[in-house]
């Protein structure tokens, strides 16, 4: 959560969307670290969303950006993982036709581009399990929750 103050040497973004069920796990993620963040004075937490550009302004010059969001990596629902950008391999497909619609690798390239990329970026993906409108997450996936805090936590101290 920013709040005007100079930008910290680490965020978190919670990517996705609340109104798509496990969509929305990064926000949802983001949203128990809120309440913690007293425990984490040198880190920015930010529900980023379906930010898309906007997330090149909150990464720049940061020491370490960290994505987290659903994605379809072909494993058992509810599974976590931890990737860099160069292991990651974008299949989605965008219609171009507005500035929040954008692949978080073209973000992280442009970051590069401008000579503003974090020295570390780290993208922890959640294999969703229901991604039809709706506004709680799945069962598999809110259970999963204590293990994705947990996972989560400890990148903060690397």
Known sequence: M???????????????????????????????????????????????GTGGISILHLIANRRKAIFIDCAYMGAKAGTIRKFGPR?????????????????????????KKLDQQPKNIVIF???????NPGQALSETLASGMNNYITAISQELTL
């Open 2 to 48: 920013t709040d005007g103050r100079a930008k910290k040497d680490i965020v978190v973004l919670g990517l996705g969307n609340p109104l798509m069920s496990d969509e929305g796990v990064g926000p949802a993620i983001i949203e128990q670290f809120y309440k913690h963040t007293e425990d984490y004075p040198l880190i920015d937490f930010i529900d980023a």
């Open 87 to 111: 292991e990651v391999k974008s299949v989605k497909k965008l219609a171009h036709q507005s500035l929040h619609e954008i692949d978080i690798l073209n973000v992280i390239s442009m970051s």
């Open 125 to 131: 993906a959640i294999e969703p399990e229901n991604t």
